[in-house]
């Protein structure tokens, strides 16, 4: 069986998650390059029923008060860290397919990098409000895609197919939370696991040549 790519799994919903994604195209840009990228998000219920019919259950833990209260303190500790801009998102019950769904249509114009940053950009330093259709659009436009298809990505059965495929690989390989970083066998989760998972790409991918020879 042929080894999988490394590969890492985000969210546009993850503070943790878009700190993983600047410090990965900005520090490790090789790697960046060198790896699959698979979008990762709470399905709404159509997707959901989809899910569960095949047998698949993703983890979802609500945060306690507490635990919400961390993070807002962890978050921004790790942005000051990294001179990060930040605004905190007052969006309520976001639904994620919007801007994932519209991600997987960006990728196929050859524009997923540039949409991803867009994306994190207006929910994690703008403040915009990423499950609105008409920001999607507008991210669109910019990116000289088309601004219906992107803001329509969650109506379009081949899209949710191809939504429902990545919500599937996710369960596969056991994802339980973002960002989730995979080489081989080895497993790491969280923005600071990034460096581990560096190290084991370019590990390997210096160790193939070699062994070719």
């Known amino acids: 069986m042929a080894r999988k790519p490394p590969r890492w799994y985000f969210s546009f919903g993850s503070a943790y998650s878009w700190m993983a994604y600047r410090d990965l195209t900005t520090r490790y840009p090789d790697v960046a390059e060198a790896i699959e990228w698979i979008p990762f998000w709470e399905p709404n219920d159509d997707h959901h029923d989809d899910l569960e019919s095949s047998g698949v259950q993703l983890p979802y833990v609500e945060l306690s008060r507490e635990k919400y209260a961390y993070v807002l303190q962890d978050v921004r500790r790790l942005a000051r860290e990294r001179e990060l801009r930040m605004v905190w998102p007052v969006d309520r019950a ?31 330093e703008e403040g915009r409000d990423i499950s ?7 991210i669109g436009a910019d990116l000289g895609l088309d601004p219906a298809a992107l803001a ?28 989730y970083f ?8 969280g923005v600071d696991r990034l460096p581990g998972f560096v190290s084991a790409v370019r590990h390997r ?3 193939a040549p070699a062994a070719v020879r």
């Open 205 to 207: 991918t210096a160790a």
């Open 152 to 179: 329509g990505a969650r109506q379009d059965p081949q899209v949710r197919a191809r939504g429902l495929e990545a919500l599937n690989a996710a369960y596969r390989d056991g994802v339980f939370g973002v960002p």
């Open 182 to 189: 995979i080489d081989g066998f080895q497993r790491f989760w």
């Open 94 to 124: 976001p639904d994620w397919e919007v801007s994932h769904l519209a991600y997987l249509v960006a990728r196929d114009g050859g524009c997923g990098r540039q949409f991803a940053d867009a994306a994190y950009r207006a929910r994690w």
């Open 132 to 138: 609105s259709p008409e920001v999607i659009a507008r």
